[in-house]
């Protein structure tokens, strides 16, 4: 299963935008970018996932370069809300296999 | 409304016990799964049911049997509980299996469970 690396952790002003990004070099062609957070306390929750093209939704934008070795997440504009530990997740043939994270401080 | 529920939230129970958890999801959902998230906040997949049958079964002792009575409830037993065993265990389900298509993980909150 290919693998993804990610920052142990990021900080960020609140209301500023937030790049999170993540490094999967042995990505295969069928393998798709999913990306979700796990607030404090709770569950994770998918925020939004690609193959090739950006993507947008009304909680993130995913930035996917070209050769598809990377990904970027892209909160537009932070809030306390937000912080949570973010997953970058590249989904196989049947299941998905989570790293260890990106923890997101955002600064009051 | 609660979309994905377990029960209990925290279960502190003694090693040789044996406990179960339970899950349900008002998703309309065919398929459901259980993770395990240990102390060092490592999310692996367990098992995965779609529409009652086995899917997934990762390398996990068989101390732990899954049961799914219907496509709603997904519950976990696990018998002679270990040490090792505490984590915090998290139900999901997703509308197809997530070899099928790219339908996204609804997880509930967790189950926090500690072996003394």
């Known amino acids: 299963d290919a693998k993804t690396t990610q920052p142990n952790s990021m900080e960020s002003n609140e209301e500023e935008p937030v790049h999170l990004p993540c490094n999967h070099s042995?990505?295969?062609?069928?393998?798709?970018i999913h990306w979700y957070r796990q607030l404090p306390s709770q569950g994770p929750e998918y925020v939004i996932h690609g193959l090739t093209s950006n993507v947008n939704n009304r909680m993130a934008s995913l930035a996917i370069a070209e050769d598809r070795k990377s990904s970027t997440l892209i909160l537009h504009r932070a809030t306390l809300r937000d912080a949570a530990v973010y997953y970058c997740?590249?989904?196989?043939?049947?299941?998905?296999?989570f790293g260890t994270g990106t923890r997101l401080k955002v600064l009051a | 409304d609660t979309a994905v529920s377990q029960t209990p939230k925290y279960l502190v129970t003694q090693m040789g016990n044996d406990k179960s958890i339970k899950c349900e999801q008002n998703?309309?959902?065919?398929?459901m799964y259980w993770y395990k998230q240990d102390s060092k906040k490592f999310l692996k997949i367990m098992f995965s049911y779609n529409n009652k049958e086995l899917i997934i079964n990762e390398t996990v002792p068989n101390r732990f049997s899954p049961k799914s009575p219907d496509k709603a409830h997904l519950n976990l037993h696990i018998n002679s509980l270990e040490l090792g065993d505490s984590a915090v265990y998290f139900c999901?389900?997703?509308?197809?299996?997530?070899?099928?298509?790219?339908?996204?993980?609804?997880f509930g909150n967790g189950t926090r469970l500690t072996v003394t």
């Open positions: 997740i590249l989904k196989g043939t049947y299941k998905y296999i």
């Open positions: 042995t990505i295969s062609g069928t393998d798709y």
């Open positions: 999901a389900s997703s509308y197809l299996p997530t070899g099928t298509d790219n339908s996204p993980l609804h």
């Open positions: 998703l309309g959902h065919d398929t």
